[in-house]
């Protein structure tokens, strides 16, 4: 029984929160349809590039108290997140199997969906780290920019596809943020941290993990649902669109973090030392390194 959760229900005016604030409900859900996300991450790629123009013949900004708030914030957060999800998936794997957690319809739980919800919002928040970069001075890659606006896209679809393996991904995700949101909050304190390097190789298996799950996930539904012939044990719940897009995204990200990683890290410019510090976007998206999802 999740004690946890359930104590901050007994605590929290749920009564008076309105029913799409506590579920996805398309339409009535804040940025849950197509047309509001997409204007949404217009918006910010058109606010960041702005940025940067205004930015050019200004000195860069230093913004570091804002900053750390803004990376402990994230750090709290996903951990704070991550522990009320793992004590609901925990819930649910004592009552089902291993499979059945990450297959079943329900799997795909009331709380469950609510933090789905939580971790959606949070994405939109890390946005922001894009904003501090522009103000910075600090490049604007490709890989830093692509992933922060399709990792949103990714969460908006997997909330209406309801992929029961999405668990799996998020919590992943969460706990790599746990780790590199601390990691900014304190260098940007001051602290030397020896580790910044680890942060693209954790990410990197991270990728690797959620590949190995959302195919696993998507073979099993197309042999349940189109190719009963094929060895399977059941259907996975959760639409194809997402479920494609999902295997799609995660791919990408995976080859995108591999290059970023080999081209920071494993092939320095001849003459020069490997860009470690971060300056062209490390494995975090703060300037100091990139980050992820």
Not at 55 to 79: C, E, V, W, Y
Not at 230 to 252: D, R, V
């Amino acid at each position: 029984m999740p004690l946890l959760s359930d104590f901050m229900l007994s605590v929290l005016p749920t009564d008076y929160i309105p029913k799409y604030l506590k579920s996805y409900i398309p339409g009535e859900t804040p940025l849950s349809t197509w047309p509001v996300v997409t204007t949404a991450l217009a918006s910010y790629l058109a606010i960041i590039f702005g940025i940067r123009e205004i930015m050019k013949d200004r000195p860069p900004q230093q913004l570091n108290t804002l900053f750390r708030i803004h990376n402990a914030f994230l750090s709290l957060g996903s951990f704070i997140l991550l522990v009320f999800m793992a004590e609901e998936v925990g819930s649910i794997w004592l009552t089902s199997t291993t499979y059945g957690t990450m297959c079943d319809e329900t799997s795909w739980t009331e709380k469950l969906e609510f933090y789905y919800m939580i971790n959606y919002y949070f994405k939109y928040i890390e946005l922001l780290d894009t904003v501090f970069l522009a103000l910075k001075k600090k490049p604007l890659a490709f890989l830093h920019v692509f992933h922060h606006s399709a990792t949103a896209l990714l969460c908006f679809a997997q909330l209406n596809g309801k992929t029961s393996v999405s668990w799996v991904v998020i919590s992943l995700n969460l706990l790599v943020h746990v780790i590199m949101y601390y990691y900014y909050f304190a260098t940007a304190g001051g602290a030397r941290i020896w580790w910044k390097k680890y942060l693209t190789s954790m990410q990197i298996i991270q990728f690797i993990i959620d590949i190995v799950i959302v195919y696993f996930g998507t073979y099993q539904h197309y042999a349940a649902t189109h190719y009963n012939h094929l060895p399977h044990w059941s259907n996975c719940a959760g639409t194809e669109t997402a479920a494609l897009f999902g295997c799609g995204l995660l791919t990408t990200y995976l080859g995108l973090f591999v290059n970023f990683y080999i081209q920071t890290y494993k092939k320095p410019a001849k003459g020069k030392k490997p860009v470690a510090n971060g300056n062209a976007n490390g494995h975090a998206h703060n300037g100091n390194s990139y980050k992820k999802d």
